[in-house]
């Protein structure tokens, strides 16, 4: 494994918790390079209510590429409901714990990731399964063999230093928050109040989502973004607030968001509120050229 280290960290900083960043991110950077993990994401095919074929005909309402067969199957969408036909006899698996089962499948109805944890199928090296985003849906593929995987080499960060890690008090009541995504689409998220924190005697403000009582996630921009950072911002995940409502928001466990790797992710974008107008030094530096 190729990693980025974190050169020039400050020597005033307690390597315990250097280390403990580092491996937090090492432990990141293999669920990255995992086979279905979102290096290895090729491809993002809308879907209409009703027949959707698949495979690499021309004519195929789902263009997988050559490594199908001209006629894969076709997914039905009726309402919420999707069901999943195979052509003929074409090996098609269902991929349970990061391989495919032995069995083909014969084909019936599937589960949506709007339904919980979706079902997943392989032929060869893709894999692919119905993703919903408000009342659109999309087949989302990945291949385990796919470019950006293969030749993934680490990810740089920023040195880890301790004044990155702040401790904010969560303020207001619950309610919700209005994040838009990649694809123009605007949902209501649970949000247990807002975050106040400082930074070098400045205090500022985010908005997280999550339901009371559980880990928070909040999705961020910063003064950084386009000048080291990903334009599009990035992403932080915490621990439950404690009994005072306090919350640590560790920047140096800021990291990308998968539309740094993939055109055909469907990310959270920052709102107004959650752009900080500060440089956050720490965490995750840009990857390659963005989408």
């Known amino acids: 494994m190729v990693l980025a280290c974190c050169w020039g960290c400050d020597s005033g900083d307690d390597q315990t918790y250097i280390n403990e960043i580092d491996t937090w991110h090492a432990e990141r950077i293999d669920r990255l ?47 919420e409901k999707a069901d999943f036909q195979v052509h003929g006899d074409v090996p098609v698996h269902l991929f349970v714990d990061g391989a495919p089962t032995e069995s083909a499948f014969a084909g019936g109805a599937i589960k949506t ?35 950006v995987l293969q030749n993934f080499t680490g990810i740089d960060r920023y040195p880890v ?38 930074i070098s005697g400045l205090s500022h403000r985010l908005e997280p989502t999550g339901k009371p009582g559980e880990g928070l996630f909040v999705v961020f921009g910063d003064a950084s973004n386009g000048h080291g ?11 439950p607030p404690n009994d005072d409502g306090e919350v640590v928001l560790d920047f140096n466990r800021a990291y990308n968001p998968p539309c ?32």
């Open 33 to 79: 390079r995992s086979e279905t993990g979102w290096l290895s994401l090729v491809g993002l095919h809308s879907l209409g209510q009703g027949v959707n074929v698949v495979g690499s005909a021309d004519d195929a309402d789902v263009k997988l590429g050559k490594m199908v067969p001209e006629r894969l199957g076709t997914i039905v969408l009726t309402g």
């Open 113 to 147: 990731d709007g339904q919980g944890a979706p079902d997943m199928f392989s032929s060869g090296s893709l894999v692919f399964y119905v993703i919903q985003r408000g009342e659109k849906y999309f087949l989302r593929v990945k291949d385990r063999q796919s470019e």
């Open 161 to 198: 230093k301790e004044e990155w890690r702040v401790t904010a008090r969560l303020e207001g009541a619950p309610g919700t928050v209005r994040v838009a995504n990649v694809l123009g689409q605007v949902a209501a998220e649970p949000s247990p109040g807002t975050l106040v924190f400082e």
């Open 229 to 239: 950072t990903y334009p599009g911002g990035r992403f932080l995940v915490t621990d």
């Open 260 to 291: 740094v790797f993939s055109e055909y992710a469907t990310c959270p974008l920052p709102g107004a509120d959650n752009m900080l107008l500060l440089d956050i030094t720490a965490g995750e530096k840009m990857w390659g050229t963005g989408h």
